[in-house]
């Protein structure tokens, strides 16, 4: 008898169809965590250059697996996602009056302020300036977060999804995946 007690041989001893790959059942999971640490990436960095390639890349998946998968997790892809993002951050940073459309613009991640004031007006429905101009009005004197998530941008396709209580959607988007890397 080696290394001890049959017992404790025995206890280590396992059925040959219970050998599969621990990995096996826990790959959805691990796919919630991998899929979270790429969102995070994206809530921290939404004002560089991402791309679909580059996340999905630090998470060890394939650009396409990640993009279906984000979409299953999320409700949107990471394209959208990122869009949503930097509206939101546009939107707060209008509401404070301090900075100029085109500055806002450029830090919040655009490069272009035509695609900027398209997409803002395409998520909030009036113009980066529109916006601004009227002011924060009533989101002044609310905690930012709570504004934050209060004038979370819709985006027109969504709108018709039903929403819970804070007017946020679940419906899919068929908006573009990111753009190839430039």
Known sequence: ?????????VSTWSHPCEMAPSNH???????????????DRIDREFAKPLDVESIADQVG??????????????????????MTR???????????????????CF?????????????????VGESPSAYRDRGP?????????????VTKPVRNREAAVSTDAYG??????DSPEFPPAS
């Not at 059942?25 to 969102?39: C, G, I, Q």
């Not at 946020?168 to 988007?173: A, F, N, Q």
Request: charged residues 25%; proline residues 5%; hydrophobic residues 40%.
């Open 168 to 173: 946020s959607g679940h419906g899919h988007d």
């Open 61 to 82: 998946m394939s650009a396409g697996h990640f993009s279906r998968r984000f979409r299953d997790e999320n409700g949107e892809p990471p394209y959208s996602y990122l």
């Open 137 to 149: 009005g009533w989101a002044s004197e609310i905690a930012p977060c709570v504004a934050m998530r």
């Open 25 to 39: 059942r826990t790959e959805p999971a691990n796919d919630l965590v991998l899929l979270r640490k790429a969102k």
């Open 1 to 9: 008898m080696l290394g001890g007690s049959p017992l404790l041989q």
């Open 107 to 123: 830090a919040v991640g655009f490069s272009s302020l035509a695609t900027f004031s398209t997409r803002f007006s395409e998520l």
């Open 86 to 104: 930097r509206i939101e951050r546009a939107m707060a940073f209008l509401r404070r009056r301090e900075r100029s459309v085109t500055e806002v």
